[in-house]
């Protein structure tokens, strides 16, 4: 596991290789504690540095808050290292973002990863910042460790640079990183040059060795839990002369996987890898794949080699 | 009171003149379920044939379950009639969803107002059809009288034509309505059309008479948290020849709101028209508006004149 820090950069979660986790759910859609634990260790043993719990690969938006902390609870008690978790808690609701946020502290997480409320679009910076600042307020306890997460396609709220600036100026001890799904490297790069300080995953492995080489904290990605072996090898070893044409072939297997509804196709995957079928489960809104897609997506990897445990 | 019942259409909720009402909040931006409670009144007695509580509006996505909860028991223990109001149950995790349309369902509200999960975008309507259907059996009560909610703008989940066939043949007898949020006066009038079972209630107020003149239900809207007088006499004389007139007023107002931030712009005014500052409250990400805005907001309705309790 490299823990390397860059100056400056604050944080007790490792940086790294980081797989958003899929949730296993059972028939009655609840959430498999044991496939989820299971699957966490085998990524914690197979290259992942960390793992982000609850995000959007991990249908957070689709367990209520009850279910979220049992299924962490649970993760803990099957002595996954809280340390190496970064849990998504941010919520529509602010009391429900303080309550996920402080129950993940007190299991002692590495950090929390935080969505600003998502369903009123065309908010101004002043609602979203005031949205931050009063959990920050709320939770007002020191080991707090917060990172905020940027995904505009999904939330329509993006978090664009006055307001990180305004945020890390509040809270500089605890707003420590960024998750930047946006897709846009433009706007990571931007991150990284106007904020040193602050640690910025990029949400696809496409920008993991472009980041690294500019300091970027490593990489958080919904793909990862079917590549972390390969993402792990490129971020070990990105200064040697041939880590390209590993990126290449991580950069293949993204796209790959994006052509197709990510959250299912990757539960397709686990399921076909690991011969069982509940991996397949899946939460209303999002829906299993048709017989076509998966024909299409088993012709597209046909010729891609990847591990899965 | 309008209860006026288009052919084959069914719904023990009134049809007519609803305000999607405004929560008061108190300093710590908690329900103020008295000042709730009061305009709810006044919204009754002055013009609304019922009211839609925990819509878009009430910023019903910034309670936790259990202060929408709250809010609703105090509001019937205040006297307020059950069967006249819609109350939004629709949240983005299933098992949400269920318990506050049971709640509501075991209150005795007239009927339930459902948006879709809206945290994923891209989402296919299967797996939307799905949501929905998951409701539905899991509530598995005759007495479920279910809204959908249509707003692309907020949910990036528009419901269209198929999804809607689809849920109405499957669950004639609990899906009674729509919300159209949407602000397109051409898919109302394709529901309207292609579903006649089914009542109509734009989300706006410009569209109250061209729709009623189609058929349509009424109207549910922000705005007729200050229009309800006005807005209830256009129902109440539709078919009289100086209504357009009317409408024309109501429309104006409409659009002079729709300028602003529309549910800080509506708190304002409530300040301003019942002396009381707390009605300024907002949750984030909402926020307040600034001088600025209030001073052109001032501007913009002096010329106007509307009623206010």
Redesign the interface.
């Known amino acids: 596991m490299m823990v390397e820090k860059q100056e400056g950069q604050r944080g007790t979660l490792p940086t790294g290789i980081f797989a958003a986790t899929l949730t296993p759910e059972t028939k009655d ?1 609840a959430v498999d504690h044991v496939a989820l634990a299971d699957h966490c260790g085998w990524l914690l043993g197979n290259g992942c540095d960390g793992i982000a719990v609850f995000g ?1 690969t991990g249908e957070a ?5 009850k ?1 979220r902390m049992d299924a962490l609870e649970t993760l803990v008690k099957n002595r996954i290292p809280a340390n190496r978790l970064l849990v998504g808690t941010g919520c ?5 973002t303080v ?1 996920l946020t402080r129950h993940a502290m007190d299991l002692g997480v590495g950090g929390v990863l935080v969505l ?9 910076d ?3 910042y ?2 931050y600042a ?1 959990v920050v307020q709320q939770l007002s306890d020191t080991r707090l460790e917060m990172y905020l997460y940027h995904f505009p ?5 993006p978090l664009d640079r006055d307001l990180i600036s305004r945020l890390t100026t509040a809270y500089p001890d605890t707003i420590v990183g960024i998750k930047d799904s946006g897709g846009d490297f433009g706007h990571m790069k931007m991150i990284r040059q106007s904020f040193p300080g602050l640690r910025v995953f990029p949400g696809t492995e496409i920008f993991l060795l472009d980041l690294l080489e500019m300091g970027g904290a490593g990489c958080i990605s919904a793909t990862i839990n079917v590549t972390s072996r390969l993402a792990a090898e490129i971020h070990n070893r990105w200064q040697t002369d041939d880590v390209r044409e590993l990126q290449q072939r991580l950069t293949l297997i993204r796209q790959t996987f994006d052509e197709f ?1 990510l959250i299912a196709a990757l539960k397709h995957v686990m399921a076909e890898h690991t011969g069982s079928d509940g991996w397949r489960n899946v ?5 299993p794949l048709d017989r076509e897609q998966i024909q299409r997506l088993e012709r597209a990897l046909g010729s891609i080699s990847f591990s899965v445990g």
Chains 1, 2 share one sequence.
């Open positions: 859609l959007t938006t689709s367990f209520s808050a279910e529509c609701a602010l009391p429900d309550l600003p409320p998502f369903y009123y679009k065309g908010v101004d002043n609602g979203v005031d949205a009063r396609q999904m939330t329509g709220v509804p939460r209303p809104p999002i829906s």
